[in-house]
């Protein structure tokens, strides 16, 4: 401990068990000499905190925007007993955790909304102070076989570093070729064609015999160098797709997602689409389009799984649409950054479609076809090198908030005013549960039978706290 200088909060990730609760955090470690490490500190049954207004100050029936820490009762909590705990300490009785909503329409609650991953995040940066180092990225990239799913390629781009791992059916369509002049083609067919910033990445090609092994070999690389984000264009293309994959070996995804120091009982794998529908005004749905959806991947990894494409248009949501949408190709267009490899020789992308360029590629061109698949990730690093989105950006943006919450505005918002009152020894108050939270209510269809000039306007406060949440 004598030669650590500070430590970093980057992430954290929870595990809910039957008798406790962790958390798994990602941390930098800074050390005197200058030099860093990625860590991961497992922290078990920590205790948040939430605050319930002293008996004597209980005079109101409505809900505070916030109210002085002097007069609030502060309680400690783990995150898995805290609707018991609040019960019990604003005294409901009969609770049963089925009805939470109940507990939270207090008016004498306050902070309890607020996740544990934001208390945690202040509390290293109020201890080891403010310390932000830009994020480590990785890129990960597929491709699998257009026809039968299966994969062929799996790769992984980190620093001046890149891992193709090759399923070698990918080459049984062409004439035999040895491993060897596999990978020395591959290097060369690349370096002839590759961007000039990337052309002496370290490449380090493996070749298997079915596509579980490149799978697992892709993900051991990746969890040795324990990057802070795992970036993917179109995790649910990737990722589903690995996920299958690991699934039709028996090979439960959390064993290979997460990083393997995490004890068996404490790894965790989830996948959350994100909403592809909303509501109206009208009552009517419109469709989400892919790259404004907020689709999560959640792992107990010494990384977050990110999707590259939404947080491009996430982090410029307010500046409008990109006219030829959002693939790779166009956003490195736009960036001025050089997108996907296209071989000379080989199959023209602009002149057949996506599906069957794929397919031509894997039959015809395997080799170029992996050439292909570098162009993938070093696209995405050119990218991000250029705008800094997920080493910089992301993580600024998101302040103390917890990656899942990025694309909701009001979340942000709130968890960095919950902060910043608390350092005026101000609690922010806990949202009351809505039922209706999710629907919309529009003038459609309604009837006016009042006459106009007996209508009376009255004066209603709409800045409230609790209408902004």
Known sequence: MEDIKTIEYKFSNYVELEEDDYHIVKELIHYKDGTTKPNIRIIKNFERPFWVTKPRYRRHKQKKEYEEESKLQKFMSRQMDLPNNIASKIGMKGYKKNYYRDVLRSPYLYGSDISSFVILSYLYKKKYGEVFTPYTVATLDIEADVDTSE??????????????????????????????????????????????????????????????????????????????????????????????????????????????????ELRYYKFIKGKSKKLKADGTTVNIEYQDRWPIARTTASFIITDAMCDYAQIRVGQGKLTDGYGIDNVCKVENVKGKLSIPGTIDPEKVSKRLYHRRMSNEFPIEYCVYNIGDNTAMKGLDDATNDIRVVLPTLLGYSHHDSFNSGPTKIVDKLFVELLEDNLILGTKPYSKENDKVLGLDKWIITLEASRIIYDTVDVTSYNMKK
């Open 151 to 264: 994969l062929t390629i799996i790769s992984s781009l980190i620093g001046n570093e890149i891992r193709v791992c090759i399923n070698k059916v990918l080459f049984s369509k062409v004439p035999k070729m040895s491993d060897e002049y596999i990978k020395s083609k591959i290097i060369q067919i690349y370096r002839d064609n590759a961007d000039q910033l990337y052309r002496d990445i370290d490449i380090n090609i493996t070749l298997h015999d079915n596509q579980l092994e490149p799978i697992l070999e892709c993900f051991e690389w990746i969890h040795s160098k324990m990057p802070d984000f795992l970036s993917v264009w179109n995790i649910s293309y990737d990722i589903i797709n690995i996920a299958r994959i690991l699934e039709s070996y028996d090979v439960d995804p959390k064993d290979v997602f997460s990083d393997p120091t995490i004890p068996k």
